[in-house]
């Protein structure tokens, strides 16, 4: 049975941190990209930052230079940092394992960007 379970989320002022967790279990995690995504209210679900087998990584123009996307192999794991939040970058925020057509995905976890 294959799990995606995202954490660290949260409500966060405009400028601040978070970093999101995603820890898999059921895949071979290494030969998965791994990718985050986000979907805000009234909006359609946006690629976030992907990052692949062989760590390269790709991210949507809207957080280039204040989110990074990195994984741990040896824990499962993915992560995204993100700094200098904005109000725009409020959104449920999605991990997706992807390899050859398998796609899976977690369940959220939301993201709140407010003073």
């Known amino acids: 049975q294959v799990q995606l379970v995202e954490s660290g989320g949260g409500l966060v002022q405009p400028g601040g941190s978070l970093r999101l967790s995603c820890a898999a279990s059921?895949?071979?995690?290494?030969?998965?990209?791994m990718g985050w995504y986000r979907q805000a209210p009234g909006k359609q679900r946006e690629m976030v930052a992907t990052?692949?087998?062989?760590?390269?990584?790709n991210y949507a123009d809207s957080v280039k230079g204040r989110f990074s996307i990195s994984r741990d192999n040896a824990k499962n794991a993915v992560y995204l940092q993100m700094s200098s939040l904005k109000p725009g970058d409020t959104a449920v925020y999605y991990c997706?394992?992807?390899?050859?057509?398998?796609?899976?995905w977690g369940q959220g976890t939301q993201v709140t960007v407010s003073s």
């Open positions: 059921g895949i071979i995690f290494p030969v998965y990209t």
């Open positions: 997706n394992a992807v390899f050859v057509g398998d796609d899976h």
């Open positions: 990052i692949t087998a062989n760590d390269g990584t």
